[in-house]
């Protein structure tokens, strides 16, 4: 039987189940998923792994994909609009808890000064997959709790990278002696140019990103083939995580840092409606593998130092961050859910501890420690939330706010402060967008053209790539948020089957919709939208009114009559559109409505030509 198809059927089987009951029981998503994995792991049923290394490398990839969806949610832009909020909640957050946790394990334990700053940096970091779910599925977006929960989050993710690039050194200081099991061609170099080698590889990502993955996708984008889009995307991972195993580092670091690489790239939302499908998933694959790597025997063989150690971790945690929330003010029920959310150790961890082991910074008794210590955080997190939503919020008499938009709308999203999208950018779109860019007035804008897209970004347009038709497209910029929708794709066929996407997943977003002609205007009409413009319409009608012009019509009459024909022709436009499905219905009303047309533009038409001979012979006879 085949090994591989039978290890996935038991992780999704128990995925299954156990998040099912989860859900059932109010607890989320989350801890199902981690259930599941102890269920399943080496130390109770053994379905799966012999040990938690088989557990994790089976998992990897799932970690990976994780972490580079992560990185490409935090948009350069997004970030300088909040470096306040990220820099100081951020940086108040690592060092009051490293400082306090590596004095901690330095004076009161007695570990090296290297290990226990290294130890500092992995307790630092909180699980982002874990709080994202959280708030996400709570609804605590546009809570005080959860914006400074993904501020905190922002700085810790990119904090990672220089604490990688300092670890090494901090062997180094402490004369460690560097061993490695991971076969990379830096194997016995020295510690100074292994730092300048990790260096020098995230330089080249960045670099990468900048010169080569732009005319890469721009080339991909011409040949119309979604599924590429995702080879591509995968391409890129899987290299960047290929050359941070070379200089010895994660993978899972690589992607994050290809992910933020891409973060402000046209295509960034395409790539996230290709691999969103997956998203949900692999988070589950990674929470089930945490589950499956708590290590039951150091657990029963030394309970109360592995339990001295999780009490003692997301307790001093949890203390800097409720005197964090207490300097921004945070309210009691916001601070509390602040500090729990951001209480446990997070993935990052792993990756940090990993790296320490390798470089013998950190011994194998302490990585166990520490790696039963972060999985059970992970366990405990969603059992806290739990708590303080049925007994600690309502206590202290308040409940998450979810309103409150006094600071900033939702974080996560690049495009949370556009309120306006146009979907499709040709001759009608493109008009638009111009109208409104010159009055300020912020759009975002979706193109599935390749070429159009990198052309209108060196315009100075707010535009991406991708097939607005997709609802994971449309979720990944937020369109939920916006005012309005500006349906100006081609063909009429892919522009109705957006409207449709729109109405059934965002009711309450409005939609103008544009139409080919006037027979697809009394579709749109009869399906009950009311803001249909045709495409050619007020062209048409402006140069009728020139024709009138130079046909002997003053431009006031010229400019009256075609005014008065907009009004008249969209009523007119209203009740044709219920009789298209009877020809001869259709031709009678059609004939009484031009009839009445017609008599009220020659009413108007004598009406100001009889006010203009009164006012000409009164100015005679003054």
């Known amino acids: 039987m085949n090994e591989f198809l039978v290890q996935a059927f038991v992780f999704l089987f128990a995925a299954v189940v156990c998040v099912l009951i989860s859900k059932k029981l109010g607890m989320g998503s989350v801890l199902g998923y981690l259930f599941a994995g102890v269920l399943i792991g080496p130390f109770a049923l053994k379905f799966v792994g012999n040990d938690s290394t088989d557990i994790m490398h089976a998992t990897e990839f799932g970690v990976v994909m994780m972490l580079f969806l992560v990185g490409l949610e935090l948009d350069p832009k997004e970030f300088w609009k909040m470096k306040n909020e990220i820099i100081g909640l951020g940086t108040a957050q690592a060092l009051g808890t490293t400082a306090i946790i590596a004095a901690i394990a330095h004076w009161a334990i007695g570990l090296g000064f290297g290990t226990s700053i290294t130890i500092g940096f992995a307790v630092t970091m909180s699980s982002t997959a874990i709080i994202l779910q959280t708030i996400s599925e709570k609804g605590l977006i546009q809570s005080n709790a959860g914006k400074s929960s993904f501020a905190v989050l922002i700085f810790q993710d990119i904090m990672v990278i220089p604490m990688m690039a300092i670890i090494p050194l901090l062997a180094a200081s402490t004369h460690t002696t560097i061993t490695t099991d991971s076969h990379n061609w830096l194997d016995g170099a020295p510690v100074a140019m292994k730092t300048l080698a990790i260096l020098g590889a ?347 012009e130079k046909l002997g019509f003053s431009h006031e009459e010229a400019r009256n009559q075609s005014e008065l024909f907009i009004k008249s022709d969209r009523a007119s436009l209203r009740k044709l559109a219920r009789n298209i499905h009877n020809v001869e219905d259709y031709i009678n009303v059609s004939r009484l409505e031009f009839a009445e047309q017609k008599n009220i533009l020659q009413d108007s038409l004598k009406n100001t030509r009889h006010n203009k001979n009164k006012s000409d012979t009164s100015e005679q006879e003054e």
């Open 202 to 548: 995230i330089s080249v990502i960045f670099m990468v990103g900048n010169y080569i993955v732009n005319p890469l996708f721009k080339s991909v984008g011409r040949l119309q083939i979604r599924e590429i889009y995702t080879a591509a995307a995968l391409l890129l991972v899987i290299g960047v995580s290929l050359l941070m195993t070379m200089v010895g580092l994660s993978p899972a670091l690589g992607a994050f840092i290809a992910g933020i690489v891409l973060a402000n790239n046209p295509y960034k939302h395409q790539l996230e409606s290709d691999i969103e499908p997956f998203k949900a998933l692999l988070l589950g694959i990674f929470f089930i593998a945490v589950g499956a790597t708590i290590n039951f025997k150091i657990i029963i063989n030394e309970p109360l130092m592995i339990l001295s150690l999780l009490v003692a971790s997301m307790a001093i945690k949890a203390i800097v961050l409720l005197a964090i929330g207490k300097w921004k003010k945070l309210p009691k029920d916001q601070n509390f859910m602040f500090a729990i959310l951001l209480s446990q150790i997070g993935e990052f961890a792993f990756v940090i501890l990993a790296l320490g082991k390798t470089i013998n910074i950190i011994d194998q008794q302490w990585y166990d420690y520490l790696l039963a210590t972060t999985a059970l955080s992970m366990v405990v997190t969603p059992i806290l939330l739990l708590l303080n939503e049925k007994w600690i919020a309502p206590y202290l008499g308040l409940m998450p706010s979810t309103n409150n938009k006094e600071e900033y709308d939702d974080l996560s999203h690049i495009s949370a402060e556009k309120k306006i999208v146009i979907a499709g950018f040709g001759d009608f779109g493109n008009t638009i967008g111009r109208l409104l860019q010159a009055n300020d007035i912020p759009t975002l804008v979706l193109d599935n053209d390749a070429e159009r897209v990198d052309y209108l970004r060196k315009l100075g347009f707010n535009v991406y790539y991708g097939d607005a038709t997709q609802i994971n497209i449309l979720k990944s910029i937020g369109v939920d948020q916006a005012d309005y929708v500006i349906a100006a794709m081609d063909p009429p066929e892919l522009n109705q089957q957006l409207v449709e996407v729109l109405r059934k997943n965002f009711p309450n977003v409005e939609i103008i919709v544009r139409a080919k002609n006037r027979k697809n205007a009394y579709e749109y009409l009869q399906d009950g939208l009311t803001e249909v413009y045709r495409e050619t319409f007020f062209s048409a009608v402006y140069v009728g009114a020139v024709m009138l």
